[in-house]
Nanobody
Framework: QLQLVESGGGLVQPGGSLRLSCAAS????????IGWFRQAPGKERQGVSA???????DYMDSVKGRFTISRDNAKNMVYLQLNSLKPEDTAVYYC??????????????????WGQGTRVTVSS
């Protein structure tokens, strides 16, 4: 059974950086599309970025040029590099995985496997 564990969140000042990690166990991720999502207090969950099994990527408009998704299939890991962080990036970040289609979708209904989340707080 696929399990996902996020890490790397924390408190950072505006303009700072973090690297979030998503570690998978139970299956190998090389055939999976991975999505990163976030949910801020009182707000709906948003799709932030996704990477397909073939390495195609997509990003929500507000993070393009600041966030970078990548994967290391040998380590069964997916990463989200967060640069130039803004207070509005504050949220719990989740990774999710699914292997039914090779597209970098950020639609949360597509994913059936979710991690528990890691909190990112951007504040001075």
């Amino acid at each position: 059974q696929l399990q996902l564990v996020e890490s790397g969140g924390g408190l950072v000042q505006p303009g700072g950086s973090l690297r979030l990690s998503c570690a998978a166990s139970g299956v190998t991720l090389d055939s999976y599309t991975i999505g990163w999502f976030r949910q801020a207090p009182g707000k709906e969950r948003q799709g932030v970025s996704a990477i397909s099994a073939s390495g195609r990527t997509d990003y929500m408009d507000s993070v393009k040029g600041r966030f970078t998704i990548s994967r290391d299939n040998a380590k069964n890991m997916v990463y989200l590099q967060l640069n130039s962080l803004k207070p509005e990036d504050t949220a719990v970040y989740y990774c999710a995985a699914e292997n039914s289609a090779n597209v970098p979708t950020m639609a949360d209904y597509y994913y059936n496997n979710w991690g528990q989340g890691t909190r990112v707080t951007v504040s001075s």
